[in-house]
C-alpha cells in the first residue's frame, strides 16, 4: 500500500446518488463534508416547455443519464471503487418513478461492491449541505427548507435528528416562485427569473399580504399571495378596470420589475418571521436555510440580518448545493454510516414524508 492508499483507507468515502425529481446527480464525498466529484444533469431544458417538471419525462431522463453521471462522478474524483465505504440514496420524498432509477441503481452499486447502503431523506441532506466543503454544523439548528415541492421548518438537534416546526398548508416556496413567474410570464424556472427582474424593480411599489396564520404558527402558506398577484394583474375574476379587462399587456417592463420585487419582499418577509419566530421559541444557536430558493439573495440578506440581531450563528449552503445534489445525500449518509444505521437491499421509495 502506499502513502496515497493508506490514506484513502483511513477516510470514509461514500458515494451518493439523488434523483428525486428533475436532477440526475451523483457525488464521491469524504468524510461526509469534503466534496471529490459531483456531477448533476439537469432536466430544466426538457420540461421548460410545460412549465415544470413532467414526471414520466423526469423518470425517463434519469434512466437515460444514471449511468453516465456516476462513472464521471467516479472518474473525477480518482477514488477506487474498492475505496468506496458505502452508498447513500435519496429514497425520499419525491417523484416515485424518479426515486425508484436512482434507488436500483445505488441498490446495484452497494451489491456489486458489497458495501452498505443507506437510505437518505432528501429534504434532510438539504438542511446538512451548508457543512459540504465548509465546517461542520453547530447544534441544535433551527434550518429552513425551501424548494420548489417543500417548505418545512426543523429544530435539527444532530444531522439525523429533525424535528418538524412547521411546513406549508398549500404550495411550497419555490412552486410560488415558479407560478409568480408564469403568470408574469417571465419564464421557468421561476425562482431565478423572479429574483433577476426584481433587482429592476421597487420592492414597495406593490405590496401583497403577508401570510403568517394563526397566533405563533410555524406553518407557511403561498397560494394566496399568488393569488394576489394574479388578481392584481388581472383584476379579481370578471372585474374590469378602466372600461376593460386587464391583462399582463398592460403593464409595463418596470411595473412587472415592481410586482416581481413585491412578491419577493413578501416571501422573504414571511420567511424571516418564522424564522424569528422559531430561534425564540427553541434558543437554538444556529440558523439554517437550503433548499433551491436558499439561492435567492435576498432571503440571504434577510437570514444574515436576523442571525447578527440575534447573535446566531448563519449556514448556507454554497450556491452549487442550494438546489438538487446527491453531495448532500453522500455527506447525510456519512452520519448514518458511523451510527451504524445502514438499510438492506429491501430498502423502499416513498413518494411523500411529513416529517
Ligand atoms: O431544491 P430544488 O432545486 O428542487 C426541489 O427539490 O424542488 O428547488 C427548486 C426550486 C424551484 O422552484 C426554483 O424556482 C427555486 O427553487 N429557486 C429559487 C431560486 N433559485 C431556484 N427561488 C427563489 N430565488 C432563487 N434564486
Ligand atoms: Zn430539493
Given at each position: 500500500?502506499?502513502?496515497?492508499?493508506?490514506?484513502?483507507?483511513?477516510?470514509?468515502?461514500?458515494?451518493?446518488?439523488?434523483?428525486?425529481?428533475?436532477?440526475?446527480?451523483?457525488?464521491?464525498?469524504?468524510?461526509?463534508?469534503?466534496?471529490?466529484?459531483?456531477?448533476?444533469?439537469?432536466?430544466?431544458?426538457?420540461h421548460a416547455r410545460f412549465?415544470?417538471?413532467?414526471?414520466?419525462?423526469?423518470?425517463?431522463?434519469?434512466?437515460?443519464?444514471?449511468?453516465?453521471?456516476?462513472?464521471?462522478?467516479?472518474?473525477?474524483?480518482?477514488?477506487?471503487?474498492?475505496?468506496?465505504?458505502?452508498?447513500?440514496?435519496?429514497?425520499?420524498?419525491?417523484?416515485?418513478?424518479?426515486?425508484?432509477?436512482?434507488?436500483?441503481?445505488?441498490?446495484?452499486?452497494?451489491?456489486?461492491?458489497?458495501?452498505?447502503?443507506?437510505?437518505?431523506?432528501?429534504?434532510?441532506?438539504?438542511?446538512?449541505?451548508?457543512?459540504?466543503?465548509?465546517?461542520?454544523?453547530?447544534?441544535?439548528?433551527?434550518?429552513?427548507?425551501?424548494?420548489?415541492?417543500?417548505?418545512?421548518?426543523?429544530?435539527?438537534?444532530?444531522?439525523?435528528?429533525?424535528?418538524?416546526?412547521?411546513?406549508?398548508?398549500?404550495?411550497?416556496a419555490g412552486e410560488a416562485?415558479?407560478?409568480?413567474?408564469?403568470?408574469?410570464?417571465?419564464?421557468?424556472?421561476?425562482?431565478?427569473?423572479?429574483?433577476?427582474?426584481?433587482?429592476?424593480?421597487?420592492?414597495?411599489?406593490?405590496?401583497?399580504?403577508?401570510?403568517?396564520?394563526?397566533?405563533?404558527?410555524?406553518?407557511?402558506?403561498?397560494?394566496?399571495?399568488?393569488?394576489?398577484?394574479?388578481?392584481?394583474?388581472?383584476?379579481?375574476?370578471?372585474?374590469?378596470?378602466?372600461?376593460?379587462?386587464?391583462?399582463?399587456?398592460?403593464?409595463?417592463?418596470?411595473?412587472?420589475?415592481?410586482?416581481?420585487?413585491?412578491?419577493?419582499?413578501?416571501?422573504?418577509?414571511?420567511?424571516r418571521i418564522k424564522l424569528?419566530?422559531?430561534?425564540?421559541?427553541?434558543?437554538?444557536?444556529?440558523?439554517?436555510?437550503?433548499?433551491?430558493?436558499?439561492?435567492?439573495?435576498?432571503?440571504?440578506?434577510?437570514?444574515?440580518?436576523?442571525?447578527?440581531?440575534?447573535?446566531?450563528?448563519?449556514?448556507?449552503?454554497?450556491?452549487?448545493?442550494?438546489?438538487?445534489?446527491?453531495?448532500?445525500?453522500?455527506?447525510?449518509?456519512?452520519?448514518?454510516?458511523?451510527?451504524?444505521?445502514?438499510?438492506?437491499?429491501?430498502?423502499?421509495?416513498?413518494?411523500?414524508?411529513?416529517?
Amino acid at each position: 500500500m502506499n502513502a496515497a492508499e493508506s490514506h484513502q483507507a483511513d477516510r470514509n468515502i461514500l458515494v451518493g446518488i439523488e434523483t428525486t425529481c428533475d436532477e440526475t446527480a451523483c457525488a464521491v464525498v469524504a468524510d461526509g463534508r469534503e466534496v471529490l466529484a459531483g456531477v448533476v444533469a439537469s432536466q430544466i431544458d426538457l420540461h421548460a416547455r410545460f412549465g415544470g417538471v413532467v414526471p414520466e419525462i423526469a423518470g425517463r431522463a434519469h434512466l437515460e443519464a444514471i449511468n453516465t453521471v456516476i462513472s464521471a462522478a467516479l472518474a473525477d474524483s480518482g477514488v477506487d471503487p474498492g475505496d468506496v465505504s458505502a452508498v447513500a440514496v435519496a429514497n425520499q420524498p419525491g417523484l416515485i418513478g424518479s426515486l425508484l432509477i436512482g434507488l436500483m441503481a445505488a441498490k446495484t452499486l452497494a451489491w456489486v461492491w458489497d458495501v452498505p447502503l443507506i437510505g437518505v431523506n432528501h429534504i434532510h441532506a438539504h438542511a446538512y449541505s451548508p457543512a459540504l466543503d465548509a465546517g461542520p454544523i453547530e447544534y441544535p439548528a433551527v434550518a429552513l427548507i425551501a424548494s420548489g415541492g417543500h417548505t418545512s421548518l426543523y429544530l435539527c438537534r444532530s444531522p439525523m435528528e429533525m424535528d418538524l416546526l412547521g411546513a406549508t398548508i398549500d404550495d411550497a416556496a419555490g412552486e410560488a416562485f415558479d407560478k409568480v413567474a408564469a403568470i408574469l410570464k417571465l419564464g421557468y424556472p421561476g425562482g431565478p427569473a423572479i429574483e433577476r427582474a426584481a433587482s429592476q424593480g421597487r420592492d414597495d411599489a406593490v405590496r401583497f399580504p403577508r401570510t403568517l396564520l394563526k397566533g405563533q404558527s410555524l406553518d407557511f402558506s403561498f397560494s394566496g399571495i399568488k393569488t394576489a398577484v394574479l388578481y392584481h394583474d388581472n383584476g379579481v375574476p370578471g372585474a374590469v378596470r378602466d372600461g376593460v379587462a386587464r391583462g399582463l399587456e398592460h403593464l409595463s417592463e418596470q411595473e412587472i420589475a415592481d410586482i416581481a420585487a413585491g412578491f419577493q419582499a413578501a416571501v422573504v418577509d414571511v420567511m424571516r418571521i418564522k424564522l424569528r419566530r422559531a430561534v425564540k421559541a427553541t434558543g437554538a444557536r444556529t440558523l439554517i436555510i437550503g433548499g433551491g430558493v436558499s439561492a435567492n439573495s435576498a432571503l440571504r440578506q434577510a437570514v444574515i440580518k436576523l442571525g447578527k440581531k440575534f447573535d446566531v450563528t448563519v449556514r448556507m449552503p454554497a450556491t452549487e448545493y442550494c438546489g438538487d445534489n446527491a453531495a448532500m445525500i453522500a455527506g447525510l449518509g456519512f452520519h448514518y454510516l458511523r451510527a451504524g444505521l445502514t438499510d438492506t437491499l429491501e430498502l423502499a421509495a416513498t413518494a411523500t414524508v411529513r416529517k
